[in-house]
């Protein structure tokens, strides 16, 4: 793609073009979207840059006594809908630009789900299955009282990501509450989502994301010629996305064929069982070894004839030389950004589907705004609800966008964009640029 011709955004930003970079590729996707509705050009210089972008340094002592300066981010790319939301990641490979990329992700889905929030994401460049429980414990309060007032239930609201669960988020709301005014300190438990149920965390939040991908395919799957209970899927990552979306998916009588994650990867010709696979996966951390599956290659695990491929582990996992081994009729995003674009490129030239993950994975976010209403609103809900209003959003925003596609005649990742884009618009048109 000649960037001068084809995005000359992010050349007039001083962009060094790197077809490589994963934040140039989020941005160069966007646009492309934006071209297909008229986004004005100021508006698409706006998104092509995250409004803020926050470096830390903090100190951390471990358990043997010495200490660590540890590097975390914060970035919030746009607050146009509504304040500040995204994951907080505690990995070793943690890095700017794809925190950036991330954040940008969030402001898509965000609009996309209509949620009433903006895009962000941060995190911290740690290996968490290297420290303890009391290393994470301190290394969350400390990043969040270097965070300071760059969080807040009304400004910008963390929750888990990858390396980061319900514990940190209690963690992180807790050293909140304790820094704060008061009166910050009453609304502190909005803060962040994704907490423990009984300290402020929301029914139906853990299954949340993998039960949304399970209402996309509702909509998505009669257009592409299947039925739940006639399909075989596989799926990479087998934690919270890849586990929840294999037990509702076979619940609804579809079959698990396959499963890579980072020990290995296993493949039943006829069926894995989805539920006894994460109670085997909770206690050893793992696929490999489980007695019930053969073990096979990741390559043979990539070639598995299947009906749905389901990434629901890291980025990027599916570039070009894994896409040419899939033998699937669609991909179904459950990890944020898994497909490369000339993987993208690859995909659709055979003809396979490709169903985005800014629509397949965003009913984690809408959960999480049911959690932080529930917070603001000192209530708790029963489970119903909060399923009944997750199937509502999430049904939604598939017709939105299998609607999108329809008019403008594109794939599902343009149209995902572009139902996101024409949100941010109408409410730049109507709030303008300040001053
Ligand atoms: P998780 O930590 O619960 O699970 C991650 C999975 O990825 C694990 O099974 C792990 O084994 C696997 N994995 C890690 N490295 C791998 C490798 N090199 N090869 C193969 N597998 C590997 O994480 P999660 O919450 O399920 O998130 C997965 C993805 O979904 C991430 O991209 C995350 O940002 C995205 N996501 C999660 C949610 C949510 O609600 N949890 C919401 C939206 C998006």
Same mark, same amino acid.
């Given at each position: 793609m000649n960037r001068i011709t084809d995005n000359d955004v992010l050349t007039e930003l001083g962009f060094r073009y790197d077809p490589g970079d994963l934040y140039q590729q989020t941005i160069d996707a966007v646009l492309h979207a934006a071209d297909l509705v008229d986004v004005p050009r100021y508006l698409r210089l706006i998104l092509a840059q995250p409004k803020n972008e926050l470096i830390v340094h903090f100190p951390v002592q471990f358990d043997d006594g010495r200490y660590q300066l540890l590097k975390g981010y914060r970035v919030q790319h746009n607050n146009i809908l509504g304040p500040y939301k995204g994951g907080m990641r505690f990995h070793q490979s943690v890095n700017l630009d794809d925190i950036k990329s991330l954040s940008v992700l969030m402001t898509m889905k965000c609009s996309l789900a209509r949620l009433p929030f903006g895009g962000a994401k941060g995190g911290v460049q740690v290996d968490p299955r290297q420290c303890s429980s009391n290393e994470l414990m301190r290394l969350t309060r400390r990043f969040t009282s270097a965070l300071g007032s760059n969080i807040g239930p009304g400004h910008d609201i963390p929750a888990p990501d990858m390396g980061t669960n319900a514990q940190t988020m209690a963690w992180l709301a807790d050293t909140y509450m304790n820094i704060n005014e008061p009166e910050d300190r009453m609304n502190g438990l909005a803060v962040a989502t994704g907490k423990p149920l009984h300290f402020g965390g929301s029914h139906g939040r853990e299954q949340a994301t993998g039960q949304g991908l399970v209402h996309v395919l509702e909509v998505l799957l009669p257009e592409m010629n299947m039925e739940f209970d006639k399909l075989a899927f596989s799926t990479i990552g087998y934690g919270n996305v890849g586990s929840w979306a294999a037990r509702l998916l076979t619940e609804r009588g579809a079959i698990l064929r396959a499963v890579l994650d980072h020990t290995g990867a296993i493949f039943h010709e006829r069926a894995i069982d989805a539920i006894d696979l994460a109670h085997y996966v909770q206690s050893? $951390? $793992?696929?490999? $070894?489980?007695?019930q599956a053969e073990s096979i290659s990741t390559e043979d695990f990539y070639s598995t004839q299947v009906d749905l491929f389901i990434p629901a582990a890291?980025?990027?996992?599916?570039d070009l030389d894994k896409a040419k081994m899939l033998r699937c009729r669609a991909v179904v995003e459950g990890a944020n950004a898994p497909t490369t674009p000339e993987a993208d490129r690859h995909l659709a030239e055979r003809d396979i589907t490709v169903l985005p993950a800014i629509l397949c994975n965003c009913g984690g976010v809408t959960v999480s705004y049911l959690e932080w209403k529930q917070n603001r609103q000192v209530e708790t809900w029963e489970e119903a609800r909060v399923t009944a209003a997750l199937q509502k959003t999430m049904l939604g925003a598939a017709q939105r966008v299998k609607i999108a596609a329809k008019n403008h005649h594109c794939d599902l990742r343009t149209a995902s964009y572009i139902v996101a884009l024409e949100q941010i618009k109408n409410v730049y048109d109507v709030r303008g640029v300040f001053p």
């Open positions: 050893t $951390g $793992g696929v490999a $070894g489980y007695a890291l980025e990027q996992m599916i």
